[in-house]
Structure formats: structure tokens, C-alpha cells
């Protein structure tokens, strides 16, 4: 957690695009399943 705080004091921009990512996946996860799915693969990966 305090990785990702830091890159957002850094980058301002990238935490617009990832909160705006999370609330896309959210959206998505809660229509398709298979994409929740997905989504955890990712995460898993970083």
C-alpha cells in the first residue's frame, strides 16, 4: 500500500487512469463474471 501512495503523490495522472481502471473493472465484474475472473489473473500478476 504505501508503493502505491507514493506513486500517486509522483504521478498524479496515473492514479486518475487507475481509479478510473478499478471503477471500469468493478462495472465490468459486476456484468460478466469471466472478466472477474481475468481481473484476478491480472492482479495476481502484479
Known amino acids: ?4 501512495r507514493s ?3 509522483h504521478h ?4 486518475v487512469t487507475v481509479s ?3 471503477q471500469a473493472r468493478k ?3 459486476a456484468k460478466t463474471p469471466v472478466c472477474n ?3 484476478a489473473l ?3 500478476h502484479r
Open 12 to 15: 498524479p495522472r496515473e492514479a
Open 1 to 4: 500500500m504505501p508503493n502505491r
Open 37 to 39: 475472473k481475468i481481473v
Open 20 to 22: 478510473r481502471v478499478s
Open 27 to 29: 462495472y465490468l465484474s
Open 42 to 44: 491480472r492482479v495476481s
Open 7 to 9: 506513486r500517486e503523490v
